[in-house]
Structure formats: structure tokens, C-alpha cells
């Protein structure tokens, strides 16, 4: 599957901070220690509907975190999967008398749109679950023969499900007790009631073909794949085990992370899946979280249509600290459009105050989990005083344009 083009990441003068980030698993802020190439797995979309300002935040998120490293030095590895097969996509595309493919393909395409105007950098793979079938049939092959997985005891659609105690270690990358599994998966895609499983949080690897379904012929019989064992085959595949970020919403840690860590570390026998677990905040409007299923939805093809800079855009949701569940409302785009007017202001000056030390309270800031509303604070500070007319270094507002550009993405 094609990615979306990049921007010119320009280099930033000074000293870079090593990353630290909040790993869901330990519940610690704790260094990312990449090798010399960086490996990120973020979770992508499914394409039924356009890119709306949750996901925004979330890719938003990694794409700091992908900043930063490379800011390091380090090479970035980065790969972002789209479930183009899944019931929500099969659902809409009947609604709308719709044809899946068709569907799938258009919002994908409208997905990397978005994403390019929002300047996040691409992912050096961005994979299809489609296109990934033959690997999936070869994981979940391999768990069943090792006894991870099982067919249903049901002799018309004998599905293949995943034995959740397999591993021994389920649940300690959300460390959610039982009851809060099994709510959360009968609300997020799971089949706790489906008959001739052996347990209701046994997830699904394997959908047999029913009629008027998709399906693809396997050496497992024709079906098609669920939803979590695709991420654990595209990761593994590209990133190897234990790489160092596992990245999505925070609607994501389960069931989705959990099973995806679980599938891949019963394949492999080693643990863990992802050195860090990392989950952005949800972001909401008119006081609910903002979802497909809700309808209350603010759309960045919307935003950007009506001519609102994609540099408001990051600001704005860059106000709020990413692991927080935060509102959109008018006023916050409002107020980032301010700063941005005042940040472009201050760097089209001829001169300013030296600008080292908000470079480095930037980078520091950056480095400590994303802190975003500190960064932008410092920044803010830099600008008050360039417009104020305060100092006469003439590099300062050049180096105060790269570093907003090259870290926070935002085109002065």
C-alpha cells in the first residue's frame, strides 16, 4: 500500500534530549532506548469514514515521538497498518450500498491526504491488511500447531480462536481485571457469546467464508482474518520482536494491544511483544468522546476545506497533553490560530532575543513525555518578547522557525 509524501525535516542546532515515555504496562514515564534505528508500530485506520480530530491527536502524538528520535539521530523505522477488512467497514459499506473495496480504497486515500497536510511524517511502511493475508494464514497456521489457537466446536463455521491463557502473561499490558476485560470486549469487536468457544475472551484469529461475505481461499479454509492477529503479524514481520514503541489511541489498550502483544508472544515464545506501550487520550466534543458510532465527529478534510492552517490544527491539539481525554471546541481552534499568527509574526522579524535557551527548554519539554503545553510555553515566552521588540540577535527568529518546524511540525 502507497504511504503519503514527506517534508524536508530540517536539522536543529544544539543538544537533543533522549525520549521518555509513560509505558502503559509498568504505569512509568521510563526512557526509550533505541538502537540505532528506532522501531515504532502504530495502530492505523479503518477506513469507513474520513479522518476526524481523534485520530488526528493520536498520529499526531507518534509522529513527536518519531520527531524526537530522529532529532537523536536515530533512523526511524516506522510502520502503520489499515484494517481494509473488518466488520465496520463491511457494515457501512452495506448501509450506504456501498462496495467495500471501493470504499476502503477512497477513505485511505482521503486518510493520507490528511495526514500530508498535516506534515506527520510517513511510516516507511503503510500495510493493508488485505494485502498482508498470505503472512496472517502463516501466523495463526503456526499458533494452532503450537496449541495456542483452536477451532470452534461448531462443524458449519469451525472459526479459529486464540487461547488467551496461552501465554501465561494475558492482561499485563492493561492490567485490567477480568470484569473490565470482558465488558470492554463485548464493547470493542469481541464475541464473548459466540458458541463453541472455550472461554468469552478467546478472540478471533480466523473468520470462516459465510455467504455473501468476503473470504479468501487458505490452507485454514476459506474465511478471513480478525481484527488484532493482523497487527501482531504485520509488526512482527517488519519490526522483529521487543521493538520499541507499540503506539494508538488510548480506546486501543483493550482489547486490541493486548491481544495483538499476546498473539505475538505466543508465535514466538518470548515476551515482550513492544518495549513500550503508548496510548493518546481521547479527544471529544459537546462533552462525549468522539466517535463514528456517536456521530459528533469534526472532520480534518472539514477543517481544511474551510481553509483552517493545518499548523492551527497541531497547535491546537498540541494545547493538551496527549495521554489526556480533551475537548475540541471552537475557541481552542480560535486560540491556536492566534499563536499562530503571533509565533509567525515574531520569526518574520529581523532580530530577536537569543533563542538557545528556548530551543533547549523546547527539546527538554518534548523529551518528558510530550509535554506539549510546556513546549508550547516556551515558545510563547520567545515570541513575547520578540514582539515587544526585545533583542538584536539576528539568527534567533531563523532558529526559533526550524526548531518549531523540524519538532513540532508547525510551519512558521
Not at 146 to 173: L, M, N, Q, V, W
Amino acid at each position: 500500500m502507497r504511504t503519503w509524501s514527506s517534508v524536508p525535516l530540517p536539522h536543529v542546532p544544539g543538544v537533543p534530549r533522549p525520549l521518555r515515555l509513560l509505558d502503559t504496562s509498568t504505569g512509568q514515564v521510563r526512557p526509550t532506548a533505541p538502537g540505532e534505528t528506532a522501531r515504532m508500530y502504530v495502530c492505523g485506520i479503518t477506513p469507513y469514514d474520513a479522518t476526524h480530530l481523534g485520530h488526528a491527536a493520536t498520529y499526531l502524538a507518534f509522529d513527536l515521538v518519531n520527531r524526537v528520535w530522529r532529532d537523536n539521530g536515530h533512523d526511524v523505522f516506522y510502520v502503520q497498518n489499515v484494517t481494509d477488512i473488518d466488520e465496520p467497514l463491511l457494515e457501512r459499506a452495506e448501509r450506504d450500498q456501498d462496495d467495500w473495496i471501493v470504499l476502503g480504497l477512497r477513505e485511505t486515500a482521503l486518510f493520507r491526504e490528511d495526514m500530508e497536510a498535516l506534515r506527520v511524517l510517513p511510516p516507511r511502511e503503510f500495510v493493508g491488511a488485505v494485502e498482508s493475508i498470505p503472512e496472517i494464514v502463516e501466523v495463526i497456521a503456526k499458533l494452532l500447531a503450537a496449541g495456542a489457537a483452536y477451532r470452534a466446536d461448531d462443524p458449519e463455521f469451525p472459526d479459529i480462536y486464540f487461547d488467551h491463557t496461552a501465554t501465561g502473561r494475558f492482561g499485563y499490558e492493561s492490567k485490567y481485571d477480568e470484569p473490565t476485560m470482558a465488558r470492554f470486549f463485548a464493547e470493542r469487536g469481541g464475541d464473548p457469546d459466540r458458541p463453541g468457544k472455550r472461554h468469552p475472551l478467546d478472540a478471533l484469529l480466523w473468520r470462516c467464508a459465510r455467504p455473501g461475505e468476503p473470504s479468501w481461499e487458505a490452507e485454514l479454509g476459506a474465511g478471513r482474518p480478525g481484527w488484532h492477529i493482523e497487527c501482531s503479524a504485520i509488526a512482527v514481520n517488519r519490526l522483529g520482536m521487543a521493538f520499541d514503541v507499540q503506539g494508538g489511541g488510548s480506546d486501543l489498550i483493550f482489547p486490541h494491544h493486548e491481544y495483538s502483544a499476546a498473539h505475538a508472544e505466543a508465535l514466538a515464545g518470548t515476551h515482550p511483544f513492544a518495549r513500550h506501550y503508548v496510548h493518546a487520550g481521547m479527544i471529544g466534543l459537546d462533552g462525549e468522546k468522539m466517535s463514528k458510532s456517536r456521530g459528533n465527529l469534526v472532520f480534518v478534510s472539514r477543517l481544511r476545506a474551510d481553509g483552517v492552517d493545518t499548523s492551527a490544527i497541531r497547535l491546537a491539539l498540541f494545547a493538551g497533553h496527549y495521554r489526556t481525554d480533551r475537548a475540541w471546541t471552537d475557541s481552542l481552534l480560535t486560540e491556536a490560530q492566534e499563536r499562530l499568527a503571533r509565533w509567525r509574526e515574531a520569526v518574520s522579524r529581523s532580530a530577536g532575543p537569543a533563542a538557545e535557551d528556548t530551543v533547549a527548554r523546547l527539546r527538554d519539554h518534548l523529551s518528558d513525555d510530550l509535554d506539549t503545553p510546556a513546549a508550547l510555553a516556551a515558545v510563547d515566552a520567545w515570541v513575547a518578547e520578540a514582539l515587544r521588540g526585545n533583542g538584536t540577535d539576528p539568527s534567533a527568529p531563523g532558529l526559533v522557525r526550524t526548531a518549531a518546524d523540524a519538532l513540532l511540525g508547525v510551519e512558521l
